[in-house]
């Protein structure tokens, strides 16, 4: 590690913020692009637009809506609404009036809602509606501090609520915020103006995939420098328009979508949900796209449908320029060199054939393309690399406010994380946990002192959690969770993403669970992709079955059975999966075995599959 470099680089970035803060930032860009376009959700065939000017306007009323309702600076107000311009709206106007905004994943359940309500001291809630004010009940009735709760739908303000709250719609708490600030701007302009760097500028909770979920607060500081150093690492153009599709309760896209568009004055749209992904990509055409490895996996399900059904000599044109695209980017990671003409073949391929496929599916315009969170199957990224698009890794966690490793369009490696961040510091400890350093990370935990110690130590040295290495240019290479690590019963610690990600390779299995604690061997829990699997049933002449008749057709399970024997081949002995069983249920936030961030929840994955595990063992 070049201590020097990385001392230098984080002395520039802490200049380039210095004293700012998002309220800093909101207003330059409002004064120097008021005119731009800034927020966009979809009306019918239509966008509804709000420019910079309009954006920060609505935001200093919602921040008088907020100090007229009695919630006093430092204080926390909880949002629960989905991607639309409304949500970032009500985030700043927090924000303008001291407030700490709190989105809160929808998917949480309600004991889970009135557990990080209480945690925190809610003041005040902004729902989307019935379902989430239903949602709130539990929260509702043990909270002692939450006193308003403003309603974005009308129809689901209460008529004569007898808890003495205050239940409000947007529309009227708005209009009387608009009231307020034109008889009395000083009251927003001095809350904001008090704001310093090092106050906490929004909250977010773990998404649970151990125990309770666990705050972590987020000061302006390491927002900013967070964004800073995402800015420089992906060369994200000014304007750029981007696509907000994720929990805005998963720090990336609050990175991503509700603070780095302030710096470039980028132009947001809004996709309510994930299911429509593909739809909004294609009409937004993003300059870049961040998303878990099962986005990208479920977008290489759709295009890898189209594309089969194109005209045989059309599919070998296509096949060939894939191939050089990929020798292209495979000959463009750090420390190779390409081979003469290479640049020049790709750069024909690209034109005539690979961009008009990205066309197809939405990022034609994309200069960045990300995934994060868990591991990506490498056949998903040589798909990708084959249309000529590169993604790149990254690491972090919420805990460090985002990013701490990237790869870079100029130093990329497959299979890595990239190298540390401008201004970060990654070492592996002894037992070879990846530890973190620098600007960007937390103080600890929400009221969790014992939690707080283990995550730092006293160098200030985060603990991930989990297990890495690092070579010798620097590139960071994540193994697996540290506590997810499974001890086979003859002594091998095996990390069961490597397994999960090889079975993942064949589009038919869309979720696995590779499972050996104590044990002779790894096993696999398996479920299919219900997207892929219809089309592939239809295919081959099966017709009318549901997910759960597809899990146990002849058919279905011999394909599975070959996709096993393909990822053990390229697996170590010990870690080939001996058993599986496929399962003729879907794996989703809903029921469970995923986090609103689609990793896989394990422990419930152990607990509700349990007789399945032990039946693999059997005999």
């Known amino acids: 590690m070049d201590v020097e470099r990385t001392l230098r680089e984080r002395a520039a970035v802490e200049a380039e913020i210095e004293g700012r803060t998002l309220v800093?930032?909101?207003?330059?860009?409002?004064?120097?692009?008021?005119?731009?376009?800034?927020?966009?959700?979809?009306?019918?065939?239509?966008?509804?637009?709000?420019?910079?000017?309009?954006?920060?306007g609505a935001a200093l009323e919602a921040a008088a809506a907020f100090a007229g309702a009695g919630i006093r600076p430092g204080e926390v107000?909880?949002?629960?609404?989905?991607?639309?311009?409304?949500?970032?709206?009500?985030?700043?106007?927090?924000?303008?009036?001291?407030?700490?905004?709190?989105?809160?994943?929808?998917?949480?359940?309600?004991?889970?809602?009135?557990?990080?309500?209480?945690?925190?001291?809610?003041?005040?809630?902004?729902?989307?509606?019935?379902?989430?004010?239903?949602?709130?009940?539990?929260?509702?009735?043990?909270?002692?501090?939450?006193?308003?709760?403003?309603?974005?739908?009308?129809?689901a303000v209460p008529d004569a609520p007898e808890d003495g709250r205050r239940y409000v719609s947007w529309a009227d708490f708005t209009a009387e915020g608009a009231r307020l600030h034109a008889a009395d701007p000083g009251r927003v302009e001095a809350r904001a103006a008090a704001l310093t760097p090092e106050d906490n500028a929004t909250l977010l909770y773990t998404s649970g995939t151990t125990g309770d979920p666990k705050g972590v607060f987020e000061t302006h500081h390491q927002v900013l420098y967070q964004c800073v150093i995402t800015l420089r690492a992906n060369a994200?153009?000014?304007?750029?328009?981007?696509?907000?599709?994720?929990?805005?309760?998963?720090?990336?896209?609050?990175?991503?979508?509700?603070?780095?568009?302030?710096?470039?004055?980028?132009?947001?749209?809004?996709?309510?949900?994930?299911?429509?992904?593909?739809?909004?990509?294609?009409?937004?055409?993003?300059?870049?796209?961040?998303?878990v490895p099962r986005v990208w996996e479920k977008l290489q399900a759709g295009l890898t449908a189209a594309l089969a059904a194109a005209p045989e000599e059309q599919?070998?044109?296509?096949?060939?320029?894939?191939?050089?695209?990929?020798?292209?980017?495979?000959?463009?990671?750090?420390?190779?060199?390409?081979?003469?003409?290479?640049?020049?073949?790709?750069?024909?391929?690209?034109?005539?054939?690979?961009?008009?496929?990205?066309?197809?599916?939405?990022?034609?315009?994309?200069?960045?393309c990300i995934t994060a969170a868990a591991p990506m199957p490498e056949e998903t990224l040589?798909?990708?690399?084959?249309?000529?698009?590169?993604?790149?890794?990254?690491?972090?966690?919420?805990?460090?406010?985002?990013?701490?490793?990237?790869?870079?369009?100029?130093?990329?490696?497959?299979?890595?994380?990239?190298v540390p961040s401008e201004g970060m510091e990654v070492r592996v400890a002894d037992d070879g946990e990846l530890l973190v350093r620098g600007p960007i990370n937390v103080a600890g935990y929400h009221e969790r002192p014992g939690d707080s110690a283990a995550l730092l130590d006293g160098e200030g040295w985060l603990h991930t959690g989990d297990v890495g290495r690092i070579d010798e240019d620097g590139f960071v290479y994540v193994v697996d969770r540290k506590k997810e690590l499974f001890i086979t019963s003859g002594g091998e610690n095996?990390?069961?993403?490597?397994?999960?990600?090889?079975?993942?390779?064949?589009?038919?299995?869309?979720?696995?669970?590779?499972?050996?604690?104590?044990?002779?061997?790894?096993?696999?829990?398996?479920?299919?992709?219900?997207?892929?699997?219809?089309?592939?049933?239809?295919?081959?002449?099966?017709?009318?079955?549901?997910?759960?008749?597809?899990?146990?057709?002849?058919?279905?399970?011999?394909?599975?059975?070959?996709?096993v024997e393909a990822a053990n081949a390229g697996l170590a002995q010990v870690q080939k999966v001996k058993r599986w069983r496929l399962l003729p249920t879907e794996w989703s936030v809903e029921s469970e075995e995923l986090t609103p961030s689609l990793k896989l929840k394990r422990r419930v994955v152990h607990r509700k599959f349990a007789d399945a595990i032990d039946s693999l063992y059997a005999g």
């Open 24 to 56: 800093d930032w909101l207003r330059t860009t409002a004064e120097e692009d008021g005119d731009a376009p800034a927020l966009s959700d979809r009306v019918g065939d239509g966008w509804r637009t709000l420019t910079w000017a309009q954006y920060r």
């Open 236 to 291: 994200t153009p000014r304007r750029a328009v981007t696509l907000s599709y994720l929990p805005m309760a998963h720090i990336a896209e609050r990175v991503l979508s509700a603070y780095l568009p302030i710096k470039v004055a980028g132009h947001l749209y809004f996709c309510p949900e994930l299911p429509r992904l593909g739809e909004f990509l294609g009409l937004v055409r993003p300059h870049g796209l961040f998303g």
């Open 315 to 368: 599919r070998a044109a296509i096949e060939e320029a894939s191939q050089v695209a990929r020798a292209y980017l495979e000959q463009g990671q750090y420390g190779r060199e390409r081979e003469p003409g290479l640049a020049e073949r790709f750069a024909r391929a690209d034109a005539e054939v690979l961009a008009p496929i990205r066309a197809l599916i939405g990022l034609d315009r994309a200069v960045y």
């Open 494 to 563: 095996i990390a069961p993403a490597s397994i999960e990600n090889r079975l993942r390779e064949h589009p038919l299995v869309g979720q696995a669970l590779a499972y050996g604690d104590r044990r002779p061997y790894p096993v696999a829990l398996l479920t299919l992709d219900a997207e892929v699997a219809p089309g592939w049933a239809r295919a081959h002449g099966i017709e009318g079955a549901d997910l759960a008749e597809l899990a146990g057709h002849p058919l279905v399970l011999e394909e599975v059975s070959r996709a």
């Open 382 to 418: 040589r798909f990708f690399s084959g249309l000529g698009l590169l993604v790149r890794d990254v690491y972090g966690m919420t805990e460090n406010c985002g990013a701490v490793t990237v790869n870079r369009p100029d130093a990329y490696r497959f299979g890595s994380v990239g």
């Open 77 to 155: 107000l909880a949002l629960m609404l989905p991607n639309r311009s409304e949500h970032l709206i009500a985030d700043m106007g927090a924000v303008h009036a001291g407030a700490v905004p709190f989105t809160v994943y929808a998917t949480f359940a309600p004991e889970q809602v009135a557990f990080v309500a209480q945690d925190c001291g809610v003041r005040t809630a902004v729902l989307e509606g019935a379902q989430e004010l239903e949602r709130w009940g539990p929260a509702l009735e043990r909270s002692e501090t939450l006193h308003t709760v403003v309603l974005m739908d009308p129809e």
